[in-house]
């Protein structure tokens, strides 16, 4: 982006660079084998991307969300269930326990999981409640020291791989009497679940947290008992902000591929590139990709801004989080299928990546919050 | 005008259901995640009387139109696009032979396709020529009595399973003939079996020809005639394709109604919510307009009136409604919707494919267009 400073500049080259030699090759082997790459998570260490927001007096890079949404687009343009589960760890843990945890709390956890020795992820979503996040089921109700928490969480990113998750549960009868907690899988009434197959980000393991009278001390509990309401739907906004780099890391790299593609292949005596049909197809979604990219960075660079004035954006936030996010994901899918199509039957065969990235793109207007939720916030800011 | 369905229609609907509910629908989900192909369905499907619907009675067919083998083949993608697929190409030698080959080919060939007991394909595309398809390479030579092949041919349905297999070569640098190889032909052999994003029980593989000996007897029709066999074989297979794609259109809104009616979110059944409401009815909307615009092509084929323009509107429209279709009930399922275990994300894998064979929906839209540009 034209605003990119020196440091943003070079996080960018040294991204692409890493994400060409690391892991674009192994991409097509995490979706086959529906396994993320062992020593993913070990590089990304060293390249010291795991605590990226986190301030660098707890052992993190200090960066803000243009740099996090740079790292999203760049793993997201070669491999999407890479920057998927990055995002889960990175964004979802990491992030948010450095934003809302207690000292004691950061200085024990983030440690280990800046250094990619633990896998972290987040807890909202239930089977019975999804996009009406609120109406979770999950209790916890105090037992002396401790909490015992009852419940399924369901579609998490880094259940089956993960240690340690970053929870919601209730913990009173009204909508919004909501508390989080730090739960390692090593807890007693702990248990992992079975993994989930899906459509695509088939490399970012998902699957569910099961507890049981699971024991959490009550040190383990994020902020205030009954408090986590708020800052739950703030904390999605760089979630969202973020996963709409890897949106549209997806067109650019499907793109790339196509790009390629058509002026190689030769049909009626010249490069498919030469056919108006095709020329529009490859502009439309080059025009959408950087009108998309264009508004996900203006909503991350807001976020920076408002952070470094020290006066949180707040419904604003979640409004320009949701213009990025409903624009890049609907975006990516319409992209990367048009891609498939320009291909043709290659398009359609898994030795190419483009059908991967076709499916890994439509996930991107569920999770997260789904394009009707993006929609609804959206209209509850504009509208009334 | 009438756009109601006859007795006889009604009953091919109602019998390929039970087929269908009874042989494919408990197998599907297995054969899907396995990437099985299971070929003893296609004995049944014989039995049931569904491969041969439109062959002539002589040879075991029953005589009906392009109208009720498009809703044979809508009702079998409803349960399976996959097999639905590979069904329709093992009928597309048979309408081939039957329309342009000797009265020999067919008591050779036309029995035991149209029981199911030979399964077909269609060799057409290779790695350098899809679309363009008059630039295909694969040559055949004759030296006496036979003709020897030679070539590469790409993305083939049912390649290696099929018993007939009907190929496009270039018997002359002008001219294309179309040749029936058999399975065991010396010369012949499966290449890469394809891994695709969707249709995974439909066998998909490279056929390799060296040096392959075939009597030049099994030329369809004669030398020179291959290119407009392969077009009209592929005229009325674009109603089959856009047969499929309402079919899968029908289950993918079916999944996403009982979906939407049963899921509770904010107090009240998503279906009440105007965002979902309109949704569907738009995939209403688009199914309808899709079923009734092939329907209208498969009448004018069966009453011998002009139908390439029509069949390629109703292919290009079908496919692409199939693939909005199926997506947006991906969305109105959520998370659940991208999970393999409620199936819409394997429609949605299933539709891509649609959009790009017989012909592309670009390809459809340079027959449209060429067809308006006629006087």
């Given amino acids: 982006m034209w605003f990119f400073s020196e440091e943003e500049r070079m996080l960018q080259d040294s991204m692409q660079n890493f994400a060409q030699d690391q892991i674009l090759p192994l991409a097509e082997q995490a979706d086959e084998t529906e396994t993320l790459p062992e020593g993913h998570f070990s590089k990304m260490a060293e390249m010291g991307l795991l605590g990226i927001t986190v301030p660098e007096e707890f052992g993190g890079a200090g960066m803000g969300c243009v740099e996090a949404t740079i790292v999203h687009e760049e793993l997201g343009a070669v491999c999407a269930s890479t920057a998927l589960t990055y995002l889960a760890h990175t964004i979802l843990f990491v992030h948010n326990l450095a934003t809302n945890g207690s000292k004691e709390q950061k200085e024990k956890y983030l440690p280990d999981v800046i250094s990619g020795k633990s896998i972290g992820g987040l807890g909202i979503t239930e089977p019975g409640s999804g996009s009406d996040s609120l109406a979770m089921a999950t209790m916890a109700t105090r037992d002396g020291n401790d909490y015992l928490l009852s419940g399924t969480k369901t579609y998490i990113t880094n259940a089956p791989n993960g240690q340690i998750f970053y929870v919601y549960a209730r913990t009173g009868d009204g909508k919004k009497d909501v508390s989080t907690f730090l739960v390692e899988n090593s807890f007693e009434g702990f248990s992992h679940g079975k993994k989930i197959r899906k459509m695509g980000m088939r490399g970012s393991p998902t699957g569910q947290l099961i507890m049981d009278q699971c024991r959490v001390p009550k040190a383990n509990r994020v902020g205030k008992e009954g408090y986590s309401a708020t800052h739950m739907m703030r904390n999605l906004d760089i979630e969202r902000i973020t996963i709409a780099g890897i949106s549209v890391g997806i067109a650019r790299g499907a793109l790339a591929v196509a790009q390629r593609y058509v002026q190689e292949r030769e049909a009626f005596g010249q490069t498919l590139s030469k056919f108006q049909m095709i020329q529009k197809m490859y502009a439309d979604g080059d025009a959408e990709l950087h009108a998309a990219k264009s508004l996900v960075y203006e909503a991350a660079k807001r976020w920076d801004i408002a952070k470094s004035e020290g006066r949180p954006l707040g419904k604003k936030g979640a409004l320009w989080a949701a213009r990025a996010k409903l624009i890049a994901a609907t975006m990516a899918t319409k992209v990367s299928l048009d891609c498939v199509q320009m291909l043709g039957g290659y398009g359609y065969d898994r030795e190419f990546p483009v059908e991967r990235m076709a499916r890994d793109a439509k996930l991107n207007e569920i999770g997260a919050g789904t394009n009707e939720i993006m929609r609804l916030i959206i209209a509850r800011e504009e509208l009334n | ?375």
Avoid at chain 2, 262 to 282: H, P, T
Wanted: charged letters at 25%; hydrophobic letters at 40%.
């Fill in chain 2, 1 to 375: 005008m009438d756009f109601s369905l006859n007795d006889i229609q009604t009953e091919v609907i109602d019998s390929t259901r039970k087929f269908a509910e009874k042989e494919i629908a408990p197998i599907i989900d297995e054969d899907e995640a396995n990437s099985h192909f299971r070929r003893e369905l296609f004995p049944k499907m014989g039995d049931a009387g569904l491969i041969g619907a439109t062959a002539p009675g002589d040879y075991g067919g029953s005589e009906l139109g392009i109208m009720e083998y498009s809703l044979i083949l809508e009702q079998l993608a409803y349960y399976s696009a996959s097999y639905a697929a590979s069904f329709s190409v093992t009928a597309l030698p048979i309408k081939i032979i039957e329309q342009f080959g000797s009265e020999e080919q067919k008591q050779k060939y036309l029995p035991d396709l149209i029981t199911g007991e030979l399964i077909g394909a269609f060799c057409l595309t290779e790695p350098g020529s899809g679309s363009d398809a008059k630039s295909l390479k694969t040559k055949a030579e004759k030296s006496g009595d036979n003709y020897t092949i030679n070539g590469v041919k790409q993305f083939i349905t049912n390649g290696g399973q099929a018993d007939v297999y009907i190929v496009m070569v270039r018997t002359d640098e002008k001219e294309i003939s179309a040749l029936i190889v058999e399975k065991n032909c010396a010369g012949m052999s499966v290449g890469k079996l394809e891994k695709k994003m969707g249709m995974r029980v439909s066998p998909t593989a490279e056929m390799l020809f060296e040096n392959a000996s075939v009597p030049a007897a099994n030329t369809i029709g004669r030398p020179a005639d291959g290119f407009r066999v392969a077009m009209t074989a592929l005229d009325s297979g674009r109603i089959s394709i856009a047969s499929i794609a309402n079919g899968i259109s029908q289950a993918a809104l079916d999944k996403a109604i009982a979906y939407a009616k049963e899921r509770e979110q904010f107090g009240q059944r998503i279906i009440d919510f105007q965002g979902i409401e309109f949704m569907l009815a738009e995939m209403a909307t688009e199914l309808e307009a899709s079923r009734w615009l092939t329907r209208r092509a498969a009448y004018l084929h069966d009453n011998d009136l002009p139908f390439s323009k029509e069949a390629s509107m109703a292919k290009l429209k079908s496919t692409e409604a199939c693939m909005r279709i199926t997506t947006d009930a991906v969305q109105v399922l959520g998370g659940y919707g991208y999970m393999e275990e409620y199936v819409v994300e394997r429609f949605m894998r299933e539709a891509k494919m649609l959009e790009l064979v017989e012909g592309t929906s670009q390809i459809q839209k340079l027959v449209i267009s060429r067809n308006l540009k006629k006087d």
